[in-house]
């Protein structure tokens, strides 16, 4: 059986905007990081 591999990085956040490690703060996606997971999404529904 084939298999299909996404690989895919996270979405750009304020924080990587500003070279600021994260760690366990929540920093909100940039409009850029918001774009990518609109087109990420149907990714996952991809054989799921």
Not at 2 to 26: A, C
Request: charged residues 15%.
């Amino acid at each position: 059986m084939d298999r299909i591999i996404f690989l895919m990085r996270h979405g750009e956040t304020v924080f990587n905007t500003q070279g600021r490690y994260q760690g366990q703060l929540d920093s909100p996606l940039t409009d850029l990081g918001n774009g990518s997971s609109v087109l990420a999404h149907p990714l996952r529904q991809t054989n799921a």
